[in-house]
């Protein structure tokens, strides 16, 4: 006989999780100083460290004397006086946004109050969606100069960036491809510390996997995400975080099946490693993989429609498929 007490245990099991992802949390920087990566690639650390960003928002300068800005970060003016002295005898020409978190974005308003170049994305944060301050992070404000779409191509001076459509961190995030060096900037869809916080409704882990289904497709030779160091071999990478994804939502299908039925039931047995501060955050990233398990048909809710909007306290059954 199974009892709740045997089941339990199961679903801890599924802690150890087998998948490594090769996370690099040490980085070799200064705030306020530019560092050359690459013949074509700069980059200058802003000084906001937090649980998300852990050193700071990277921010990137491509090329030399006509420039690309990617993400110029939150609105820090300190930040932003490091980026024009980074540049210093040199012209900002395109100012690229990622997408529209407060440490991404803001930044946009203050860089261009010393340059005359637009700001580049692929739209207002929410993709249309109404706003909602109660989003964390959020920055509602930003609407770019240019309309990006999927695949567009932007020529500056000896540099070209591709838009990458990379939902699922948020619904408007592009990652730009740098075809002169064969190197992706992949935003916040990729970090080379941590996983990435998906968090709906602007965050949707269906979205998030089909995007590493698509940069595992490619065949890029580095990423610089916005937060943490270049990941050198991104193919391995994208992998591991894929396989974690899949792991993850095995991992919710036991707990289920161990009779823990909510977010907030089985969120300090799937996150038992995790510092209980990142608990909301980590709660949102289960409840986008139970919506994309509730879509998927492997879960089904208390009364049977998947339709509703679901919460931390949304009880959840295993569909019969399961
Ligand atoms: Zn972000």
């Given at each position: 006989m199974v009892t709740m007490f045997d089941s339990r245990i199961n679903c801890d099991k599924t802690n150890l999780m087998a998948v490594q992802i090769p996370f690099q949390k040490n980085l070799e920087f200064a705030y306020g100083v530019a560092d050359q990566l690459s013949p074509l690639v700069r980059r200058v650390i802003a000084d906001n460290p937090s649980a998300f960003t852990l050193f700071g928002t990277g921010t990137y300068i491509v090329g030399r004397g006509n420039v690309a800005i990617i993400d110029p970060g939150p609105a820090d003016q300190t930040h932003i006086d490091a980026i024009l002295s980074a540049t210093q005898g040199e012209r900002i020409t395109h100012i690229f946004v990622t997408h529209t978190h407060v440490d991404h974005s803001p930044g946009c308003e203050l860089l261009q109050q010393s340059t005359t170049a637009k700001t580049y994305a692929l739209g207002r944060h929410g993709m249309g969606r109404e706003r909602d301050e109660?989003?964390?992070?959020?920055?509602?404000n930003f609407n770019p100069d240019v309309l990006l779409t999927d695949g567009e191509t932007v020529a500056g001076d000896q540099w070209s960036l591709s838009c990458v459509f990379s939902p699922g961190h948020a619904a408007n995030h592009l990652s730009f491809y740098l075809e002169q060096e064969g190197a992706l900037f992949c935003g916040d869809a990729v970090m080379g510390w941590s996983t990435t916080i998906v968090s709906p409704p602007d965050g949707n882990m269906h979205d998030y996997m089909n995007t590493l289904k698509k940069l595992r497709a490619r065949q890029d030779n580095i990423y610089y995400p916005t937060h943490g160091a270049p990941i050198e071999r991104p193919g391995a990478y994208i992998q591991a975080l894929y396989d974690h994804r899949l792991e993850r939502e095995q991992q919710v299908i036991d707990c289920v099946r161990g009779e823990l039925h909510s977010v907030n039931d089985m969120l300090a047995v799937v996150y038992s490693e995790l510092d209980p501060a990142m608990y909301p955050a980590a709660s949102r990233s289960l409840l986008a993989t139970i919506e994309r398990l509730l879509a998927q048909n492997r879960l089904k809710t208390g009364d049977h429609n998947g339709e509703e909007t679901i919460n931390e306290a949304t009880r959840l059954y295993l569909s019969t498929s399961e």
């Open positions: 109660s989003e964390f992070g959020a920055d509602w």
